[in-house]
Structures are given as C-alpha cells and as structure tokens.
C-alpha cells in the first residue's frame, strides 16, 4: 500500500489503535445489548419485520437518517467534494431533494396500503406469485448494490485505521461486519435494527457537528475564506469552486452529470430499505412526521459535508488524500486527523472517534439494508410464492432469518471486489436500479388505475435488467484503472450511471406492457387500493 | 382472483366487502379528497423535479453563470445548490401544513365511517 497510508496510520501507532479498536467495541457492545433486549420482545411477525409499528414520528424519523446517512454519504460525499470540489455537492443536492417524491407521493399511501415490505404495495392489485417474485428479486439486487458500497468503506476505513493492508485482514474485517449485521437482524429484528439506527444518527450527526464546527474554527467562521483555501490549497483555482472538474471534461461526462442527477432524485422513493422503515409507525401521518423530521436532519447533515469536504481540500494535500485512498474516501477521517494536528494525540483521539462513528455508520445501514432484503424474501418470496400464504408466522419469521445469514454470506464475498471505488458512485448505482425497477411499479401500481399484472412484470424485469445491464458493461465494472476490474475491458456503455436510460425504460416498459396484454386490470382491487392509500381504512 | 387477498394475518381482516370500497371511490367526499391531494402533489413534484433538473442543467452547460462570483468566494453555483435545499425544506413544511389541513379531516372522515359500518 502506499506510504500516505503509513503516514496517515504512523500518527496512529499501535496504542491509538487501541484507542480506535476500543471505541468500536463499545459501540458495538452497547447496539448487542440493544439488540438482545430487542429480541426477546420481538415475538411475531409485526414486531420482526415492523418493530410493533410502535415507534414515534421524530423516532423513526430519527432512524430514517441513520438508515439514509449511509457511508456514502459521510465518507464518499466528503471525499467527492474534497477531490472534485463542487461537483461532489451535487450528490448531497439530489439525495436531499429526492426526499420530496418520498414525502409527496409515496411514503403515506405505502404506510397505508402495506403491512411489511415494499412487494404488499406493488403486488396489492396484481397477480400475487408473479408480482412478488419481481418485487423480492429487485428488492434484493438493489439492496446488494447498497452492501457492496458500505462493505467498501469498510475495508476502506480499516486499511486506513489500523494499518491492515493485506487482503487477509481486509476480509477478516469485512467478515467480521456481515457476522455482527447477521447477529443485529436474525435477533434484534426491525426492533432492535430502529434503536441501533437511533444510536448511530446521533453519533454521526454528532461527530459531523464536531468537525464541522472545528473547519469553521479554523477559518473564523468565515466561509468565504475556508472556500478560498480550499481553491488554492486544491492547486485548481477558482474553478474548484464551479461545476465541470469532474464532469465538465466532454459531452459523455456532462451527460453522466445528468444521469447521475436523475437517479439520484427519483431513487429515493425506490429503496426497499428506506420504504420499510414507514411500517414501523402507527399511522400516515407519523409516517409523514418521520419524512419531515428526516428531510430537516439529512439536509443539515449534507451542509455539514460541504464543510467537511472543503475543508478536507483546505487543509490536506490533495496528493495524500489520493494517496490514502484512489476515490477520496479516507478525505474526512483524514480532516479529522488534520484537525487534532498530526503526530499529536488530540488528532489520534479525533481520527479515532470519526472512524468508530463512520464504522457504527456502515454497521447500522448494512443491517438496515439486510433487513429489507431478508424481510422481502421470506415474506414476499418465501410465505406468498412458495408456501402461497399457507406458512405460519414462525416459519415465516424464520425463513427471514435463515435469508439472513445468505445475504449476509454474499456481501462479505462481493464487498472485497469493491474496495477501490468511490463509495457515493457505488451507492448511486443502487439508485439508479431502485428508480428504474422499483419507483415506476410504485406510482403506476398508486396513481394509474389502467395498470395491470403485465405492466408490473415489464416494468420492474425491464428496469431491474436495463440498469444492471448496463452497469456490466459501463467503465465502472471494466475497462479503466478504477474499475472493478482494472485488467480487462468489455465495457461499450460510456456513461458510469445507467439512470438516464434506464429510468425512462422502466417508465416506459410499464406502460407498454399494461397496453400489450389482454389482461383487464382488477378495478376492484383498484378501489381498496385507491381507498386505503388515501384514507388509511384498515391500516394495520 | 377474488381469492388473491393481501398477506394473511393473525387477527382477521376487519376490511369492509369490495363493494363498500367501489362505492367510496365513486362518492363525491372521495373524489373530492382524491382531487385535492392529486392537485397539490402533483403539480408540485414536477414543479421542484424541474427545478432540480434546472439546476443541474444549468451546472453542466453555464458553466460561465455558474462561475460569476457574487461576494467573497461564493458564486452563483453554490449560492443556487444551497437554494435547492432552501426550496426543498419550505416544500415540506408546506406539504405537511396543506396535508395537515386539507387532507386529514377529510380522510379521517372517511376511514372512521368504514371502519365504524364494518
């Protein structure tokens, strides 16, 4: 590895790393014990997979960020704003906005409609086996792209803090983070996954404030000169405060600018995880208290990366941060490091303390995003399509456990193929597959009564297909030295987010499909729909 | 298909008949409520998507706009970007107060009544 990483590790020498390793293990001592207590109150399926829908708006709201605030987010949007200036805030910009289609049109009439997971939505008025087979299947591929991306910022953050650098260790750690996430959701359930949410929003909005009130420190509290710094100091002028550095180079990137835009505002109201987090409040409107609560600490959480990005660009070379890591996502640990001050103990303890926060960060959203993925297919796959409603709770409950330990196996296998990419580009692939397989059904399935079974099918196959596809054989997978795969080239789809063209044919095809079958819709099953979503009668 | 119902449950469904659902749809209370939420929704997501979408337009092809400093070191670019989220934080408290207002007496109304006659 490189020597920025001894560097960087060197002012954390083996009792900081104590330190680093300690803080860690409190946390995760403190989220175990959450969960055992969870647990032994999680006795059937709504407790499992909805946490006894019990929890307060400005709770779950609380838990919504801490599922949201993923380390793409802390580490891969600092670490964007620090290397490409301003056009890393345009991920902070689109995750925020994206908020809005979740307030407006989704969150409500789903925590209305549906009991579990986002497939008793989509499946409401269709062909129950067929509509949930697709929904668990993109379900658990966007949930899959979401892992790979925090399975990366922890090999990431450990290479960086505790000086392991051999493949070994990395998927020693990397192990060790699927075991505790199997640990967290096979016992704690949707319970004990909201409190470790809580615990983790608090400390990551906690830690943010931190630094970001030390950035401004050091800057007087004058913005206008940390971005002046950051210019200079970035070695690229003013024009690292204007949009182009990192997308302005030709056409095809601008169009990439575009599509990654475009994913990020329509994934939002798409991402399983965040969709079942609805269920866990009594009614629509806690589910809109949460929404709200979320939108104002997300949005105050990404003001405070562009502090921290640009700050990370004032104050550390922006070779060492390339060093540390190709993609940037070392660049707030590192600010952290900075700011204590180098080789002194005060900037071991910070570096310590971001790091712990950053891993509780991984750790909370990877069990999140387990969670939904196992909940999808025991409920959706396995008690409708297998068992076609026929299995017990208990069986059902647990078939997701066992979904569990699966998903939890694959991401540890996945996650070491990914340690060098950005780990906010990764995260806007998961995105783009949400907003081009899932949102279109959603919406369709709510607001257009002419919708059909067919429609569902082409919508979220063809969607669900067209962005993986064109992931494959995008620059991402292959073909240049930060690719997935460095050594070989089969890629032919120039853009590295496939939301531009994947979006609209998952728009498309659901429309097509609903107009090339036969198939008349149930407009029955459309007036319970219609009914519940709007007015919550029989909501559970 | 009548026998495709939602994910069983352990307490029984206490859902009114299909019928009584057709019959809300069609009433005017409904279509009322419908209309009302549709025509502050609606209107409003394609009007912030636009604004979004404007905005990253604008970043990508007026780069010379984008870079026009208007004091200190802030340009119009980052002045615009904080504008997404000033525009994004006042939708939502507004969505929430219309909703608060417009929507829920009106959903309350109807959901108490079916679940009463259920």
Aim: glycine fraction near 10%.
């Amino acid at each position: 590895m490189s020597p920025a990483i001894t560097l960087a590790a060197g002012g954390a020498a083996s009792e900081h790393r104590t330190l680093i390793v300690t803080l860690f293990a409190v946390f995760v001592a403190a989220t175990l014990v959450i969960t055992v207590w969870a647990g032994r109150q999680t006795k059937d399926a709504a407790d499992f997979y909805a946490g006894g829908r019990q929890f307060t708006g400005f709770q779950n709201g609380l838990a919504v960020s801490g599922d949201y605030m993923s380390a793409a987010s802390f580490l891969g949007i600092a670490g964007a704003i620090a290397l490409f200036g301003y056009d890393g805030f345009l991920y902070s910009i689109g995750f925020l906005v994206a908020w809005l289609v979740a307030l407006l049109l989704v969150a409500e009439p789903l925590r209305n409609s549906g009991r579990y997971t986002m497939g008793d939505v989509l499946a409401y008025r269709m062909r129950q086996r067929p509509v949930r087979t697709a929904a668990g299947a993109s379900t658990i591929v966007v949930s899959i792209f979401y892992l790979l991306a925090q399975m990366a910022g922890a090999g990431v953050l450990v290479s960086l803090l505790l000086g392991i650098t051999s493949d070994g260790g990395k998927i020693g750690i990397v192990a060790l983070v699927g075991l505790l996430m199997i640990v967290y959701v096979t016992i704690g359930g949707m319970k004990g996954t909201t409190w470790v949410q809580m615990v983790k929003a608090v400390l990551l909005i906690a830690g943010a404030v931190l630094l970001t009130f030390l950035v401004l420190l050091k800057f007087h509290f004058n913005v206008s000169d940390l971005l002046g710094s950051a210019a200079s100091n970035s070695g690229k002028g003013s024009s690292f405060l204007e949009p182009g550095l990192k997308y302005g180079a030709t056409g095809t990137t601008k169009l990439d600018f575009i599509s990654l835009g475009i994913a990020l505002v329509l994934g939002t109201a798409g991402l399983p995880h965040i969709l079942i987090r609805f269920y866990t409040v009594p009614t629509a409107k806690a589910a809109r208290k949460s929404v709200i609560w979320a939108i104002g600490l997300i949005g105050a959480f990404y003001l405070m990366t562009l502090a921290l990005g640009f700050g990370a660009a004032a104050l550390i070379k922006p070779d060492e941060i390339i060093a540390s890591n190709k993609a940037g996502n070392t660049a707030a640990p590192l600010l952290a490091l900075h700011l204590g001050g180098v080789d002194s103990n005060w900037g071991a303890i910070l570096l310590a303390t971001i790091s712990a926060v950053a891993f509780a960060t991984i750790l909370a959203v990877v069990a999140g995003l387990t969670l939904a993925s196992s909940s999808s297919f025991a409920h959706d796959i396995y008690a409708n399509v297998i068992k076609k409603g026929t299995a017990s709770e208990k069986q059902e409950i647990g078939a997701a456990r066992w979904a569990t330990v699966g998903i939890g196996a694959v991401s540890i296998v996945l996650g070491a193929l990914a340690r060098d990419l950005n780990v906010a580009g990764l995260v806007a692939l998961a995105f783009a597959v949400a907003a081009s397989a899932n949102l279109p059904t959603l919406l369709y399935s709510l607001f257009w009564k002419r919708f059909t079974t067919s429609g569902a099918l082409w919508s979220i196959y063809g969607g669900l297909v067209t962005a993986v596809g064109l992931v494959l054989f995008s620059p991402v997978v292959s073909g240049k030295p930060t690719s997935m795969f460095p050594d070989v080239d089969f890629h032919w789809f120039p853009l590295e987010n496939p939301g531009i063209i994947s979006i609209p044919v998952g728009f498309l095809l659901g429309i097509v499909g609903t107009y090339l079958s036969k198939e008349e819709p149930d407009a029955g099953k459309y007036a319970e729909l219609e009914v519940r979503s709007l007015t919550g009668t029989g909501a559970h | 298909m009548a026998t495709e119902t939602p994910p069983p449950s352990k307490t029984p469904d206490r859902l009114p008949p299909t019928e009584e659902f057709v019959a809300v749809q069609e009433s005017a209370e409904f279509v009322e409520l419908r209309g009302s939420y549709r025509g502050f929704a609606f209107p409003l997501t394609v009007a912030f998507i636009a604004w979004y979408l404007l905005y990253v337009l604008l970043s990508n092809y007026a780069g010379g706009f984008m870079g026009t400093k208007l004091f200190g070191n802030i340009n119009v670019a980052l002045a615009l970007g904080l504008a997404q989220f000033l525009s994004t934080f006042l939708i939502a408290w507004w969505y929430a107060r219309h909703a608060a207002a417009k929507f829920d007496p009106r959903a309350e109304a109807i959901k108490s009544r079916m679940e009463d006659g259920a």
